[in-house]
Structures are given as C-alpha cells and as structure tokens.
C-alpha cells in the first residue's frame, strides 16, 4: 500500500459516528489467471471501498460507451469517477464483498462522508531529458535550440558575437567553437583569438563546421572574427549571452511505427516526445503510442498504479523560432507541445519497447524521444516533473 498524496479532513467520518478517519492509502491488487477471492486482513479497524478500472487496452484511446462496457465486462456501474476531459475519463466499477449479506447483518457496512479539498502540490523536481534513440536510426536533424536549464547539461553552448571580445572561465581541456552560416553564404574565415593570440582558424567551405583549441584553467579573453552573417556558439558559460542546446531528434516514417527500448530500473518510467516538422499538420493530427506490443504480463501481484498501454495524443504544434542547424538544409518549421506518458510500477523493472506512430501531419517528421527513471526501485519522484527541454 501507500498513503495517498491526501490527509485527513475533520469531516472525513464514518456516517452516524463521530469518530474520524485517517489518511487514505490504496493499491492495485493484480490476480493470477484463475483467481476467485480476494481476502483483505488489517492490523486495525479499516473501511474497506473496492472497485474495479473499466479500462480496455484495445481502446485506451476511445472511451467504450456504457452500453459497450456492460457488455464487454458483465457488471453494473456503480462507482464513476468523473474528471479531466470528457474523452480522457475512465469509469470504475464498485466491488461488493461476498459476504455483504453476514457483514450487513453484523452491522459492518457503512457509509463515508468524506470532505471535498484541494491538496498543495508538492515542489516541482527539475530534470535533464536524456535522450533515447530509435531502434535502428541515426540523427535526421542535429540542431541548436535555445535553453533555458537551471543545470548544465554537457549539450549546451552559448551564443558568441561576432568580432567583439568576451570572457570566460575555463576549467581546462578543449574549447569548441561551432559555427552556422546561411545556407549558400560560404566563403571568407574564422579567426579565433584566446588572449592575443590566434588559436585556430578555418576556411568556410562548409555551412556548419566546428574549431576546436586548449585553454589552460581560468579567466580567459575570447574574440571571435567572422563574416557578420555567421552565428557562433562556444562550449562554455558566457556571461549575459543566450544559452542553446545541441538536440538530435529522428525521422518518423509515415505509416509506420518508430520504436524505443528502455531499460526500467525503478518503479516509474517517464518518457516523454517532442514532434518537429514542416507542412501541415491537421485537426485530428495524434501521436499515438503502444508500450510493449499492448501485451501486459499476468501474474498474481499488487502495484500502486496502472499503465495504459495504447493511448493517443494530440499535435499541438507552434512556431518552432530560432532553430540552428547543425547537418541538413530541410529546416523544421514546427514544434509540438511536449507530449508525457509514464510506465508504471505495474510494469517490472527490464527492457521495454515503446512504438510511437503520428497521423494526421503533412511534410516530414522528426521526433525527440527522451526518459527518466530512478535506478533504485522507488518512484521516480515525490513531485511532478519539470523537464529542462530545451525547446
């Protein structure tokens, strides 16, 4: 079990009695194939409420009417939660003991009262996406995006001016210079001059291209000549000057599914995708997502949640503004809302396969694909996520 993120409420009470109640704890309770009592023992009075999920694999994505549901599952709703968007609520089914009619004589069945509230949320946790690749594929598109990371991550760089000095710490090693100039506007140098002295130079015979050079640790003097229409990038904090990061994101091929393979070690899993493209992208554009071939494993056990294992998501695409690009000419015009879905505890820890397929988009599509997990068996965090993304 676990204590659910609620406390308790004075007027939380058992109907007819003025005892209180404590916080509320629940669970997903899994039986094997075959199983026909679920027996519950407490080491303390409890009120005991169970019900059943009304969810379907096959139709995750479309709520089943009523009508469907009775069919399909044989009972009666008696309990219907009702929350979020209409298309996105899941109906549960109450659970009666078998022995209700004993219980009922024996005075144990009660009604609840329980107090309406709104919990604080807990702190938001900052991660770095780290990115998951696509079984079989190399990056389509390498770019720069502007970022705004509260942590450093090892792809960021910062915007240099061009011909005008800056400085920066240097903890030693090497220093890269990238360097993006318009597509058709090759020709002339760059000059790169540490302290004085010239460290490295190189023609533009190409769009893209990086210098590289050492710089022993400490405050340094960096100035950077170059033709005015190039945009320039150093591996290392500049003071007051934009942040980007270097992403990779992968080709979606139309009608087919692109896949994932993570490694589970905890009890959550969250993955999350970002869509980029150029063309249209309609009304109905979805992304929908297939974990693990929508074939969950059985076997007798309780988990704290339950993962969905089709679902589909809309496209909401914006302007993708400012992109640099890093390896190709076909510049992505769009970027979607970043879409999440999380592989719960009742899933075991092991390699996963994530299938995500868009429909409904024009012009070609590129994916970014990233996770989190703890490597421990805990959940992966007591608050929600906010993701340092890049855009």
């Keep these: 079990t676990r204590a659910m993120p609620v406390s308790a409420a004075p007027e939380d ?46 139709r995750d994505a479309e709520p089943l009417s009523l009508v469907v549901e009775q069919a399909q599952l044989g009972l009666a709703p008696t309990v219907r939660f009702a929350h979020g968007a209409r298309h996105a609520r899941r109906r549960y089914f109450g659970i009666a003991p078998a022995n209700r ?42 770019m720069l995006v502007p970022d705004t990371a509260r942590d450093h991550v090892p792809t960021q760089v910062w915007a240099l001016p061009v011909g005008r000095e800056v400085s920066f710490l240097s903890d030693g090693g090497s220093i890269g210079i990238v360097y993006a100039a318009p597509i058709g506007e090759t020709g002339g140098a760059v000059t790169v001059t540490l302290d004085g002295g010239v460290v490295a130079t190189g023609p533009l015979y190409a769009a893209r291209g990086q210098l590289a050079f050492a710089a022993p640790s400490g405050e340094h003097h960096l100035h950077v000549d170059a033709p005015a229409s190039v945009r320039l990038f150093v591996n290392r904090p500049v003071a007051h000057m934009p942040t980007f990061r270097r992403i990779a994101v992968y080709g979606v091929a139309p009608g087919r599914a692109t896949h994932v393979q993570l490694v589970k070690r905890g009890a959550t899993y969250v993955v999350g995708v970002v869509l980029y493209g150029r063309g249209v992208v309609h009304d109905e554009a979805r992304l929908a997502v297939e974990i693990d071939g929508a074939a969950r494993a059985r076997g007798g056990r309780s988990s704290r949640a339950r993962t969905a294992l089709r679902r589909a998501l809309a496209v909401a695409p914006s302007t993708l503004r400012d992109p640099v690009l890093l390896n190709t000419a076909v510049e992505p015009t769009w970027v979607s809302r970043p879409s999440f879905f999380t592989l719960e505890d009742d899933l075991a820890p092991g390699v996963h396969d994530v299938a995500i397929h868009v429909t409904g988009v024009g012009g070609p599509v590129f994916a970014r694909i990233f996770g989190h997990g703890e490597e421990g068996g805990g959940a992966t965090t007591a608050g929600p996520l906010a993701w340092d993304l890049g855009t």
């Design 13 to 58: 009470r058992v109907v007819g009695s003025t005892a209180g109640l404590g916080a509320p704890a629940s669970v997903f309770v899994w039986p094997p194939a075959g199983a026909a009592t679920l027996e519950v023992q407490t080491d303390r009075a409890a009120e005991i409420v169970g019900a059943s999920p009304a969810w379907v694999d096959a």
């Design 101 to 142: 009619a004993v219980l009922l004589a024996a005075g144990r069945i009660d009604r609840l009262a329980l107090a309406p509230r709104l919990e604080p949320m807990p702190p938001f946790e900052h991660v770095a996406a780290q990115t998951l690749a696509p079984v079989g594929q190399r990056p389509r598109v390498e």
